[in-house]
């Protein structure tokens, strides 16, 4: 098994945390981006932010999962990093003036649901699921979705911002693809029985009921903004290449899954596939927001574009 040294990424973690102060918000630059981009960048980095707190919400699932402390001590980590990145990116959204006040954006209803299933049956989900999940997440984030913002912006803050980001869902994704690798070490059948067990879980079932449609409204939203197809299909194609590096990865079941879902995630000419997907995200625009969950998460009281140390 490839592996990394936990305790010395643990360490790295410690001497990397960095603090939204430690940017300068008012340095010139915002006035680069464009009237033609602003709109759908608002739109994008709306998404992009909260997408970072369904990847803060998993991690926090995950640390109760961990079998060990360490890799509990990692993941508490990783989830303050991602609120972090998602107030980063509240706080370019606030310099670009796409926020009055203190405005928190609105999440689509997709993602709505999307973390209202984090919020209830995450915790009791296995780190299988999870540990399976976000990597592929987190590559497409780092791989396509911020390389081309950084593309495509040329404010200078934005760049400094999606450094320290990027450095920190580089150490994400050496852990998640460790830890996906050592879920598959061992008994493939043992493993694939007890995926199929997870998989008829109607906790999980609601889940992927949720995540799929989002997927395909996050998709098309990013082609929208002008990402080439072939940009998401080739992070799909890196997840596949570094969880499949190795034996152990390619025999944990959910590695398969999550990879041939990818892979039908960015193939737009599987009708099949994404007639009844479209059909959900339609079904979804319509639900009345009076039926829509109504609970708000405690966790959104940390959301803040404020550079607090």
């Not at 689509?108 to 984090?118: M, Q, S």
């Not at 780092?142 to 913002?149: E, K, P, Q």
């Not at 398969?256 to 959900?280: C, E, F, K, T």
Request: charged share 25%; aromatic share 8%.
């Amino acid at each position: 098994m490839a592996s990394i040294d936990l305790d010395k990424m643990l360490a790295k973690i410690k001497s990397s945390q960095w603090a939204l102060a430690d940017i300068d918000w008012d340095a010139p630059g915002a006035e680069k981006i464009t009237a033609e981009q602003w709109p759908k960048l608002k739109a994008f980095m709306a998404d992009l932010m909260w997408i970072e707190h369904v990847g803060a919400r998993g991690f926090a699932a995950m640390a109760k999962k961990a079998p060990n402390d360490t890799l509990k001590q990692i993941y508490t980590y990783f989830h303050a990093e991602e609120q972090r990145h998602a107030n980063a990116e509240m706080a370019l959204m606030k310099r670009w003036g796409m926020l009055d006040g203190d405005q928190i954006p609105k999440p689509n209803k997709n993602l709505r649901l999307v973390i209202e299933w984090l919020d209830r049956y995450s915790d009791d989900m296995p780190l299988e699921v999870l540990g399976s999940v976000i990597p592929m997440l987190e590559i497409a984030l780092d791989g396509a979705l911020c390389t081309f913002l950084l593309e495509t912006v040329d404010d200078p803050v934005c760049h400094q911002a999606f450094a320290r980001i990027n450095e920190d869902e580089s150490r994400h994704l050496g852990v998640g693809f460790h830890v996906l690798e050592m879920q598959g070490h061992g008994e493939t059948y043992i493993k694939v029985l007890k995926a199929i067990g997870t998989l008829m879980d109607p906790r999980l079932i609601l889940g992927i009921a949720s995540y799929v449609p989002l997927l395909n409204r996050m998709r098309d939203n990013i082609i929208d903004m002008g990402l080439g197809e072939e940009r998401l299909y080739a992070a799909m194609k890196k997840f596949e290449r570094i969880g499949g590096r190795t034996a152990d990865g390619r025999r944990n079941p959910w590695y398969q899954i999550i990879s041939r879902h990818g892979r039908l995630v960015v193939n737009r000419d599987h009708r099949l596939y994404h007639a009844p997907v479209d059909a959900m995200v339609r079904l979804t625009n319509r639900i009345p927001d009076r039926m829509m969950p109504s609970r708000v998460p405690t966790w959104v009281k940390g959301i803040t574009y404020k550079p607090v140390v």
